[in-house]
């Protein structure tokens, strides 16, 4: 298959249908996470209690609310959380989807280039977390050079983090942009360990649902 000539404009993951997506690039980020809030509460039956379901809802959208103001803080470009069909949204996922550059290096004549052998990627992730407790492999992703990166990141409560958590990164390098690496980051605390058989159960239902995206170019 011939290299691409420009880079990507986008990408489609096929995601479940009871997972939604908030589009961080824009300034309607907040106003699309009330949206699902009120398009939730609106499935609700009608004999509910009002007053039952007022907190509830406050409740949520504080936490999506803070789930987008997470995902901003990081840079990313796209939120990704399950919502279950109660209504209920379900923050021990996510998918954050972002962009980096890993850094160039110089060869001996000066001239400088984007890394792109896997062992080098590999060894700059390994560098960026110190090396321990991560589990590293290299392959493709829709034809492009991809390194897979799962870890186990501790709580830290100083940052509102409560419980462990268990990280799947996808960083795969933008065809024809060398330097440029679109990153899919997964997260999950299982049932309550990052370690339990949910969490690996959701760690293998992410790995497939990489293997359905595609570039897109329009």
Avoid: C, H
């Avoid at 399950?82 to 989807?97: D, K």
């Avoid at 160039?104 to 001239?111: M, P, Q």
């Amino acid at each position: 298959m011939a290299e691409p000539t420009s880079a990507p404009t986008g990408y489609r993951l096929v995601l479940p249908s009871d997972w939604v997506q908030i589009p961080l690039r824009t300034g309607e980020a907040e106003q699309v996470a009330r949206d699902i809030v009120t398009e939730a509460f609106a499935r609700v039956p009608a004999d509910v209690p009002r007053d039952k379901l007022t907190p509830l809802r406050l409740e949520l959208e504080r936490r999506l609310l803070a789930a987008v103001a997470d995902a901003r803080r990081a840079e990313a470009l796209e939120l990704y959380l399950p919502m279950r069909l109660s209504g209920e949204v379900n923050l021990g996922a996510s998918i954050i989807v972002s962009e980096t550059r890993l850094p160039t290096r110089s060869d001996e004549s000066g001239t400088t280039g984007a890394i792109s052998d896997p062992a080098e990627v590999a060894a700059q992730l390994m560098s960026r977390d110190g090396g321990s407790n991560i589990d590293l492999s290299s392959g493709e992703v829709d034809g492009a050079l991809a390194v897979r990166r799962e870890r186990v990141v501790p709580a830290a409560p100083d940052r509102g983090v409560e419980m462990d958590s268990r990280r799947v990164d996808y960083f795969v390098s933008v065809p024809g942009d060398p330097g440029r690496w679109f990153v899919a980051a997964f997260s999950t605390i299982g049932a309550g360990s990052p370690r339990d058989d949910l969490a690996d159960a959701l760690v293998e239902w992410f790995d497939a649902l990489m293997t359905t995206f595609r570039w897109s170019w329009k």
